[in-house]
Antibody, heavy 115, light 107 residues
Framework: EVQLLESGGGLVQPGGSLRVSCAAS????????MSWVRQAPGKGLEWVST??????YYADFVKGRFTISRNNFKSMLYLQMNSLRAEDTAVYYC??????????WGQGTMVIVSS | EIVMTQSPATLSVSPGERATLSCRAS??????LAWYQQKPGQAPRLLIY???TRATGIPARFSGSGSGTEFTLTISSLQSEDFAVYSC?????????FGQGTKVEIK
C-alpha cells in the first residue's frame, strides 16, 4: 500500500525552528518528486516546496526560512523550518508529486507557532 | 503567480442532484489543472488531472472540463459521501497554486 506518514509537528515559539518529516512506503521513493503543502486553520491549500531529482522549488513566503530535503535510501522527506512566524501555523501535508499533480497525500502534521 | 478563483464559495445541493463547480485562472494554464476533494479532518484526494482525466478509483459521476482559463468540475448525481470541499490547482508554472475551495453542502 502506498503511504505517506508525517511526524514532527508541535508548538513552537515565534522565531523558533522545527523539522517535520515524512516516511514514504509502498512505492519507489527515489523515482518521484515530493512536496510539502500546508493548510492554515479554516483556509485553503497552499503549496510550500517541491524537491525533484535535481530541482528544488519554494514558495516565496518560505524562501530563506524553510529547507526541503530527502533521503532516498531511507524513503524520507524533510522540511526544516526556521524563523517561524504565527502565519506559518498550519497542517503540513507531505504529498507525492508536483512535477504535475499531488497524487498521494499523508494525513498531515500540525505546526502551531505561538508564544 | 497564477491566481485560481473558484465559485461559488458554497454550493447547497440535494442528494441525487447535479453539482457544477467553477475554477478560473488569472492566465492560461492550458490543460494543466487538477481537482481535489477534501473531507473534514482528512487529507485531500486527487480527483481529476489534465482538466478532464479521472484519477484511479474515482467514480464516473465526477467529470472535469475546460482549458486555458475556465474549468468546470461536475458531479452528475450527488451521493452522501460527495459532500466535501473541492479545490482546483494549476501545475502549468511555478509556483503551484490552488483555488480557495468550494464547499458542497447538503441542501
Amino acid at each position: 500500500e502506498v503511504q505517506l506518514l508525517e511526524s514532527g509537528g508541535g508548538l513552537v515559539q515565534p522565531g523558533g525552528s522545527l523539522r517535520v518529516s515524512c516516511a514514504a512506503s509502498g512505492f519507489t521513493f527515489s523515482s518521484y518528486a515530493m512536496s510539502w503543502v500546508r493548510q492554515a486553520p479554516g483556509k485553503g491549500l497552499e503549496w510550500v516546496s517541491t524537491i525533484g531529482g535535481s530541482s528544488i522549488y519554494y514558495a516565496d513566503f518560505v524562501k530563506g526560512r524553510f529547507t526541503i530535503s530527502r533521503n532516498n535510501f531511507k524513503s524520507m522527506l524533510y522540511l526544516q523550518m526556521n524563523s517561524l512566524r504565527a502565519e506559518d501555523t498550519a497542517v503540513y501535508y507531505c504529498a507525492r508529486g508536483a512535477g504535475d499533480t499531488f497524487d498521494i497525500w499523508g494525513q498531515g502534521t500540525m505546526v502551531i507557532v505561538s508564544s | 503567480e497564477i491566481v485560481m478563483t473558484q465559485s461559488p464559495a458554497t454550493l447547497s445541493v440535494s442528494p441525487g442532484e447535479r453539482a457544477t463547480l467553477s475554477c478560473r485562472a488569472s492566465q492560461s494554464v492550458s490543460s494543466n489543472l487538477a481537482w481535489y476533494q477534501q473531507k473534514p479532518g482528512q487529507a485531500p484526494r486527487l480527483l481529476i488531472y489534465g482538466a478532464s482525466t479521472r484519477a484511479t478509483g474515482i467514480p464516473a459521476r465526477f467529470s472535469g472540463s475546460g482549458s486555458g482559463t475556465e474549468f468546470t468540475l461536475t458531479i452528475s448525481s450527488l451521493q452522501s459521501e460527495d459532500f466535501a470541499v473541492y479545490s482546483c490547482q494549476q501545475y502549468n508554472i511555478w509556483p503551484r497554486t490552488f483555488g480557495q475551495g468550494t464547499k458542497v453542502e447538503i441542501k
